[in-house]
């Protein structure tokens, strides 16, 4: 069965520091990964995806996430965070079979220091 | 620029009573997912439609939750009766398989006395 693991619960960082959410996968076929966001009293907003082609994804609002097949993971990165960047971030996987219902995970709350 | 809206945005209702939340989906949008949102137990997948056909709803307490698509711009989730631990936010997405992303509604804030 398809899973994802956000092992953090809240990621700290100072305000222009590079940021890491952390995601690992466990799927039975080919991966297709998600990365989305949730602001307060807000519904969740796509970031990015993974669904074949170049490791480096690149998204929205400067955020980019790297898939390791090897490391079974798809980590969310920016290079220099930003006070806005605050906000509940979701990593979540496809099922593969074939009814296209993702498999969220228990999503990682993200505080950028000023 | 296209959204899912959702109605109501609040509700509070008190324990027994029926609740019924509305989604209008993006138009074109042929799949429509109901979440559920809480703390304790994070963001759950009650049920799944394509093309107005319920293809997974076995994440939704079958007892008192029901879910329809009565056309291709309203999806809606009924709870009879209402209990508190129902109390949660409630969302809908819509999307499109061929685009392989799905957009959130707003929500609706269910708290249940």
């Known amino acids: 069965a398809q899973s994802v693991a956000q092992p953090e619960d809240q990621v700290n960082v100072a305000e222009g520091n590079p940021l890491t959410v952390k995601c690992t996968y466990s799927v039975s076929g080919n991966p297709y990964l998600f990365w989305y966001v949730q602001y307060p009293n807000r519904g969740l907003q796509f970031l990015l995806k993974?669904?074949?082609?170049?490791?480096l994804v690149k998204g929205s609002y400067g955020f980019e996430a790297e898939f390791n097949k090897s490391q079974t993971s798809f980590h969310l990165k920016k290079p220099s965070a930003l006070v806005s960047d605050s906000a509940l971030y979701f990593c979540a996987v496809r099922d593969d079979s074939g009814t296209y219902k993702y498999i969220f995970g228990t999503g990682t709350r993200l505080k950028v220091l000023a | 620029d296209a959204r899912v809206t959702q109605t109501p945005r609040h509700k509070v209702t008190e324990m027994g009573q029926e609740v019924t939340m509305r989604c209008q989906p993006i138009l074109g949008h042929n799949t429509v997912f109901w979440y559920r949102q809480t703390m304790m137990q994070g963001l759950e997948l009650l049920a799944y439609?394509?093309?107005?056909?319920?293809?997974?709803d076995s994440g939704m307490p079958k007892d008192r939750f029901s879910a329809e698509m009565p056309d291709a711009t309203l999806a809606t989730l009924k709870i009879q009766p209402s209990e508190p631990r129902d109390s949660a936010v409630y969302f809908c997405a819509s999307g499109h398989p061929t685009r392989d992303t799905q957009y959130f509604g707003p929500g609706t804030r269910l708290t249940v006395l």
């Open positions: 993974y669904i074949t082609g170049d490791n």
């Open positions: 439609f394509r093309n107005r056909a319920p293809l997974d």
